[in-house]
């Protein structure tokens, strides 16, 4: 379920799909003054281990490492890719079945759960302009004589965006650009309304399923979804299946549901969707689009927008078809018919386990989904595939006497596509054991070629750069840690920026929104969390299309499938290290440093909102109106609006100072537990403290949730109210600022503040309880 936009984020760098090539690389090196001058080499150490356990544990990695095979990456993701299989349909269930038996065939105790959600299948899809002239949108994709499946047409899912309200109206069309929230706004400035009218939105920049929502606040009846090729196709480069983007009758498929309210099951909030449980009722579900929403290609959008009059579309509003696009209203008409089968279905997940040798009741768990959308050979078998290959190698360890001291926990969603289905079911079933044994959980979703993408919980960044260290880029035969520092310190925008990289310290991850499986661990339950894949060498526009699959992959993407050699190393380095650990290696002053920068940018935006509302009401008072630029505007000037109170920061300040503090002792007691080779960790009783740090995360969360939207309980990081998939940092706090609460946003601060205090007392007590271990 990854978005479609075209840049890539690492860290705090941002760069463009394919804009760097091996041979920028290169150059780098040269400009750099090569590695040695550059880049700090890793400790031979292992934070966590001793250094008896360590060079061990070293060793079964290197074997795991060379077991991974690239030619069985392949073959798995070939096989699991042949046929459509979309989520609760037979070929999907087929899967799930194979998958399970390759688990049992690796040596892993291993099952399937099933759930019962709500998967409502389409029955009637219908766009078709009545005036000024008549079109009938096609809503297909062809097949390509050169990709032997995407001719499968009585298998594929059609083209539609699942939970879109049934509806049936006629009204005029409005075109309101990728449909945010500033879009409307402009829309205001130009006399435009969309109220009684069918919008047409551009994917891009925001989730597509705020582009329905956001019509309906405004009064719109419909929305239309088509990919404009200036961000999906022929503008960015060749088209299937010439080149690797989308084709003018290529439509993305996607998910409308609101799942800023919650993810999963629509009927089931907060419990699992099993058999017997208890359901809302559908006219209840609060995640369900309230208008009907329907994808088209570009090639169907054309007529549409050509017809269109009004005023001409501001310059940042036009895309790269050869028309000139106007905003409407009219005398474009267009029909729209949404009708869905509102069926509850099964789906399936595949769950496998390692039991722990020594500490069975920690759990390290992994998870991809296995579902797909069409044949979804890049997303999501890419990663699928490489998790699979994982098993398959850990299995061959246990023949020859490796047992993980934590157990391991394998999972192949189901339903994911649709919206976070199999994992929020079964996080929401499990969930008191989880918040009582899970360590860890590492995601993946998808994966191409280039730089390792990297995010989660700060608290495992350390833990993360050391594992990236290790495994060897396939391409330049750096680690991929040196790679990626490479490209960060040619980004870098400052001598003291390029100084920082240089050093050596553990570079920053991104933060983690939503759009995978790993969004009921992190957001819901505070579980710490990774997300992990390579992309960014390369580009494409088959994301949720019938062309998504082996022959597209296997020509565009990682077309050697090396990298996924590479995220099987990556990831199951990670799970063996976790799970093997003596002492769970956590960093909290890298958590510490990370919650700072939320607060400052907080501070920041708040600051920034009520320079920019002062400014406006003195324009409004001088009779300039500086926020309207656009000398097509002819509108009434805006009113004064009320300016924001300061707000009171203390008690988020608070508790950042008490988590430093303590984050710096825990470091402290963690470097003492290191010394003289550890011998604490080799000999100590640490189930203890162990115990305590796996606890770490789930400080960062309120009972209650965040005012707006209570299943989201972390208070440090999650999807934003207004972005979607992309993450807000303190978004509790963005989100009453977001909507001019400002009382709401104070107490939002408190809760925040709190948190971090509740947080800054669990290290400190896993510090001492360390120190009584080393003593």
Known sequence: MRGLNTTIHLGKGLFMRGSMRLATYVVCIILLGGLAAGIAEAPSALPGYSSVSGPAEQNWEGKFRRMIEVEKVRRNDQYLSAYPHFAGSPQDHKNAEWILSKFKQYGWNAHIETFYVLLPSPLTRLVEMVAPSRYQAKLEE?????????????????????????????APLVYVNYGMRQDYERLARLGVSVRGAIVIARYGIIWRGLKPKLAAQHGAVGCIIYSDPRDDGYWQGDVYPKGAYRPPRGVQRGSVMDFLKYPGDPLTPNVGA??????????????????????????????????????????????ALPITYHVGPGPAKVHLAVKSDWTIRPIWDVIAQIPGSTNPDEWVIRGNHQDAWVNGADDPLASFAAELEEARALGMLLKQGWRPKRTIIYCAWDGEEPMLLGSTEWVEEHSAELQKHAAMYINSDGNGRGYLQAAGSPALQTFIGGVAGDIQDPETHLTVEQRLRLLRISQATSPARRAELRSGRALDIDVLGSGSDWTAFLDHLGIATLSLGFSGEGGGGVY?????????????????????????????TAVMRFADADLLPYDFTALARAAAGYADQLKKDAASEREKIQNQNQDVREGVFSAIADPEVQSAPPSIEEVPPFLNFSPLENGLAHLQSSAEEYAKAFARAQANGGAVLAHGSLEKVNATLMQSEQMLTSSRGLADRPWYKNVLYGPGLFLGYDPQTLPGVQDEIELKHWDLADQQ???????????????????????????
């Open 274 to 319: 099993t058999k017997d449980a208890k359901r809302l009722p559908i006219k209840n579900a609060p995640t369900l689009t309230k208008i009907p929403v329907l994808p088209v290609s570009y090639s169907d959008a054309q007529p549409l927008l050509a017809a269109l009059g009004g005023p001409v579309a501001p310059p940042s509003w036009r895309g």
């Open 749 to 775: 601060i408190e809760v925040a503040g709190r948190c971090l205090d509740r947080e800054a007392a669990l290290i400190h007590n896993a510090a001492v309880e360390l120190d009584k271990a080393i003593r």
């Open 142 to 170: 062809p097949a390509v004589p050169e990709d032997p499946t995407s001719s499968q047409h009585s298998l594929q899912i059609p083209t539609y965006n699942v939970y879109s309200a049934d509806g049936n109206v006629t």
């Open 544 to 572: 949720h299309s019938i062309y998504d699959d082996f022959y597209w992959y296997s020509h565009f993407a990682d077309t050697k499938f090396v990298y996924g050699r590479a995220l099987a190393q990556t990831a199951g």
